[in-house]
């Protein structure tokens, strides 16, 4: 899990707005987050090795992501991955199990931070900045995207009807928050601990 000395982008038990139970704010623990990029004619070996790893079925494609068992497999991009794991290994094994040959494995552990959102309105809060249709038809659970809010590039992760994981970069972070707090300021929020990759 996430280290326990990593400075906290949320103040604890905080609560605001209208209506403080209308959505929760809590940050993502993990334990590893990197990028794989393969080579232009190397993705299916790359994409095998992670679907083995990983232990999961990749997504059907770009703009996707799968997950299970403390990780999440999303698939940014033509030959562009991004792997999230609760496990502080899971980036080393895939150094280990992905060849130079095939492509590369960066570490992106202390590069990013991750709020999640939930509640009713997530998505209209999340609309105030970010100019995709996040309705539960255009934007279903599983489904990702890579959008500036407040002119700070997010990777946005919809979970399930109510949820969403929004990973920003950990200079920004802390920018990032304070957008999301005031943005939900309209229909209240708390601040609800930490949450895992469930």
Known sequence: MADADWPRLLERAKRGGRDPEALA??????????????????????ASELGRTCGLELPKGPGGFTAGSG?????????????????????????????A??????????????????GEKAAAVL??????????????PGALAQAPVH????????????RFDIFAPSSLARSFAEWLEDASLEFGYRVSGTAGLD
């Open 25 to 46: 704010l809590r940050e993502v623990l993990m334990g590893s987050i990197c990028e794989v990029a393969s080579w232009p004619d190397r993705l299916e070996a790359v």
């Open 71 to 99: 990780i999440r497999l999303c698939w940014l991009a033509f030959g562009r991955f991004l792997v999230i794991s609760e496990d502080a290994a899971t980036t080393a094994a895939l150094k280990e199990r992905i060849s």
């Open 101 to 118: 040959y095939d492509g590369s494995v960066v570490d992106l552990r202390h590069a990013r931070h991750g709020v999640r959102i939930e």
């Open 127 to 140: 609309n105030k900045a970010v100019a995709i249709d996040l309705h539960l038809a255009a934007f279903p």
């Open 151 to 162: 002119h700070i590039p997010v990777l946005i992760l919809r979970i399930d009807e109510t």
